[in-house]
């Protein structure tokens, strides 16, 4: 999961590292050079994020793996986990 949502920001991290270019609106351009500044900060805020739960994600993975074998080793140990009663 965590590879797919590093897989899934590839275009959008490009676009939000490079902003594109003004374009020539002479009475909106101010508006229009904010909206558009606005937009390359929100998709790069977006990339960023998507990272941090990959991430966390990645971190997780080993920690639920060494739950579970511990819970199935204490019930192994107390016997309830092999069919005993």
Same mark, same amino acid.
């Given at each position: 999961?965590? +590879?797919?949502? #590093?897989?899934? $920001? ?14 020539? *609106?002479? *009475?909106?351009?101010?508006? *229009?050079?904010? $909206?558009?500044? $606005? @937009?390359?900060?929100?998709?790069? =805020? &977006? *990339?960023?994020? @998507? %990272? ?9 993975? =080993?920690?639920?793996? %060494?739950?579970? +074998?511990?819970?199935?080793?204490? &019930? #192994?140990?107390?016997? #309830?986990?092999?069919?005993? #009663?």
């Amino acid at each position: 999961m965590a +590879n797919q949502l #590093r897989g899934a $920001t590839a275009d959008l991290e490009s676009t939000a590292k490079s902003a594109p270019p003004m374009p020539e *609106v002479s *009475v909106s351009a101010e508006k *229009v050079g904010y $909206t558009l500044s $606005t @937009i390359t900060k929100a998709a790069a =805020g &977006l *990339v960023a994020q @998507i %990272e941090h739960t990959a991430s966390e994600i990645d971190a997780s993975d =080993g920690s639920y793996g %060494e739950t579970d +074998n511990t819970a199935a080793a204490d &019930l #192994r140990g107390s016997g #309830r986990g092999s069919g005993h #009663r």
